[in-house]
């Protein structure tokens, strides 16, 4: 009666279906070599696959209080032109490629919460936070054998939030007022 756990686990699978070049230096095979290991090859992208587990907790404290925590892992695949722009991969000066083995962005996510009734008509609730973000996207400059400067969008950031968020609350008849 004064517990609640949850507890789940997301499973995310995605296939951008298309190819990427072997040689980011040589993408589109615009120059010419003789030795093949400067010539891209065009292999099928494997499609990412991904558990993320999730936890809820929270445990009623008498009438008046609620304590919460949560924790769990969030994927976000990155909006699909990043994927795709420049399909042909041909490099011009400053062009900017899609690059298919984008991995998802992650982000690991912890919070705990203290929620109080103070009187009938008015309640707090106090919550901190922690959040890790991985392989977020960005891009980065490459340069072809022949030193054409194009721009390559890459999973190369990390992040991290935390925070304390403050919650009020009143009700009173028809009237109610919040502040967050």
Do not use: C
């Not at 400067?149 to 939030?161: E, H, I, K, S, T």
């Amino acid at each position: 009666q004064s517990m609640v756990i949850n507890f789940g686990v997301r499973f995310d699978h995605f296939d951008p279906k298309t190819v990427y070049p072997t040689d980011w230096r040589n993408p589109a095979n615009q120059d010419y070599f003789q030795d093949e290991s400067r010539m891209s090859k065009y292999p099928d992208v494997d499609p990412q696959y991904s558990f993320s587990p999730r936890l809820g907790l929270s445990y009623k404290l008498g009438d008046v209080a609620l304590l919460r925590f949560s924790y769990g892992h969030f994927l976000q695949v990155p909006p699909l032109n990043y994927f795709y722009q420049n399909h042909s991969f041909s490099v011009t000066e400053l062009a900017r490629l899609g690059n298919p083995l984008l991995k998802s962005q992650k982000t690991i996510s912890y919070e705990s919460g203290l929620w109080l009734q103070l009187t009938k008509e008015m309640n707090i609730e106090v919550a901190v936070f922690y959040r890790d973000i991985y392989d977020l996207l960005s891009s980065r400059m490459n340069y072809t054998y022949s030193q054409i400067r194009y721009g390559l969008f890459d999973n190369n950031d990390y992040g991290n939030a935390r925070g304390l968020e403050l919650k009020y609350q009143f009700r009173y008849g028809g009237f109610s007022a919040n502040a967050n």
